[in-house]
């Protein structure tokens, strides 16, 4: 069995990053190993959340792993606190890259054009640093504009797009994925720019007229788990990408109408039988 580590907080309350990483990819077959960055009462868009910083225990908790010997075939960051966190993470993977894994970035820290309340331009810089070392990045757009200095645009066409993922590839020389890419009227998905081979890759479905928390954090895990049960990268971001559309479908008929998370409970047994 491939085994993963991710990196992301604990949101106890509110469906996103680490309470679906952990499910999820664990639900797809693959040992996920966790390490959480935090610990907040609720996810962000919750008033009055608390949160307590857990950067000090990235290096004792490493440094455990170290001594016994672990190793990962893909490390998997998310929502990460602070710049200082992101500096042990760039430490974690020099530790634990290996000729055969592969870091998978999800530069969380924005969405709709702005930051999510806890950053600043600072983090955003700093998050490149953290893009720089990883084989495949996955930011939506606002995180790509915010990563290149780029103008956020709402409308836009497909040189927009391509414009933003040449500019990504100046920071990350892997596979660069941007998401939530709207190029056709009613459609959403991901395109995305394999840097060494040069080659596009466009996958668009069905837009649903809905946003969830947490939406992001289910694309990175089916995403990335999806690759460590033998997908290529392009196959994991389609799988990905309608798994979620049909998450959130989901989630629009249940008539308790829940704001802050998707039932990716209801759906996993879709995705497991796919
Ligand atoms: O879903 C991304 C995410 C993860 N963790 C926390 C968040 C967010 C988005 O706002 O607040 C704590």
New binding site residues.
């Given amino acids: 069995m491939k085994r993963l580590l991710t990196v ?2 604990i ?1 106890c309350l ?1 469906k ?2 680490l309470t679906i990483a952990l499910p999820v990819i664990s639900a797809l077959g693959v040992e996920t190993v966790i390490l959480p960055t ?1 610990v ?1 009462s609720t ?3 919750f008033k009055n ?1 608390t949160c307590k910083d857990l950067s000090d225990q990235i290096k004792p908790i490493t440094d455990h792993w170290k001594s016994e010997n672990v190793t990962f075939d893909a490390i998997y960051t ?2 990460l606190g602070t710049a200082d966190e992101i500096d042990e993470m760039k430490k974690v993977f020099e530790e634990f890259k290996t000729e055969d894994n592969f870091i998978f970035v999800d530069p ?1 820290m924005a ?1 709709n054009g702005k930051l ?3 950053f600043d331009l600072a983090y955003a810089a700093k998050n490149a640093e953290l893009c720089a070392a990883a084989d495949i990045i996955v930011p939506n757009i606002t995180e790509a504009a915010f990563l290149t200095g780029s103008e956020y645009r709402e409308e836009y066409g497909e040189d927009y797009v391509k414009d933003l993922l040449k500019k990504l590839s100046q920071i990350c020389s892997g596979v660069c994925v941007l998401t939530g890419v709207s190029l056709k009227p009613g459609m959403t998905g991901v395109m995305g720019y394999d840097v060494k081979t040069k080659e596009y890759y466009t996958y668009q479905n069905r837009r649903i007229n809905a946003a969830y ?2 939406t ?2 289910l694309f990175s895990s089916v995403f990335v788990g999806s690759m460590l049960k033998g997908k290529d990268w392009r196959d994991a971001a389609r799988i990905a990408a309608d798994y979620t559309a049909h998450t959130i479908e989901v989630t629009l008929q249940n008539p308790k109408k829940p704001w802050y998370g998707v039932d990716f409970e209801a759906t996993l047994p879709d995705l497991i039988n796919s």
Avoid: E, I, K, N
């Fill in positions: 992301q907080d949101s509110g996103c990053s935090a907040l996810h962000t868009m959340f998310g929502y969380v969405d999510y309340p806890a928390h947490g992001g954090d």
